[in-house]
């Protein structure tokens, strides 16, 4: 498995970097056949340490978690008990699945845009255009998965919303999670 350990304006010494591949190495084998690489970050906001923590899997699905402390190896420490948690929660489908799939996650390439909010202008007040403004391009994947891959994989990564490519139909769907705390699952291809 590949490491990559770095800071944001702070060093990461040998030894934080040998305690990290160390913990994370023990947890991944623990719940994952074949992990292919991970990527640590610490940075600093304010007085406390953040750690953000993603792993990728051989099937193509990652796991991520973001952990504050005061202490920089207790603030790994729960961004690696974050990921071992969701890990041990999907053991069995993350087995099941690498033996259903013969072939990695597909992914399409996509652009993805940040807009900029109105939270300048009082809500009173109409926008002068209906256009938003763009603050960021970038690309991203979209990847080509199951239903319940796609509600694992939200789980993982621990965000609201995921678009994917369902592969029983090849169209593009979004499952997200709804207020009341189930999870909603748009199939434009259902909707007749």
Known sequence: MRYQVSGIHIDVGDALRQHVETELNEVVR??????????????????????????H??????????????DIYECFDKCCDKIEKQMRRY?????????????????????????????????ELEPETLQPIIIAEMK????????GEAVMQMELDGAPVIVFKNERNDGLNVVYRREDGNIGWIDPSEGG
């Open 140 to 147: 991203t994947k979209i990847k080509s998965l199951s239903v």
């Open 91 to 123: 053991k069995r489908r993350l087995k099941d699945h690498h033996r259903d799939r013969s072939a990695p996650i597909e992914s399409l390439s996509a652009s993805s845009y940040i807009l900029a909010g109105s939270k300048d202008e009082p809500e």
């Open 57 to 70: 899997l051989s099937t193509g699905l990652t796991s991520q978690a973001k952990a504050h402390a005061f």
């Open 30 to 55: 623990k719940y994952a056949e074949r992990p292919t690489d991970a990527n640590v970050i610490f940075s600093k906001d304010a007085t406390e340490f953040v750690c953000e923590a993603t792993v």
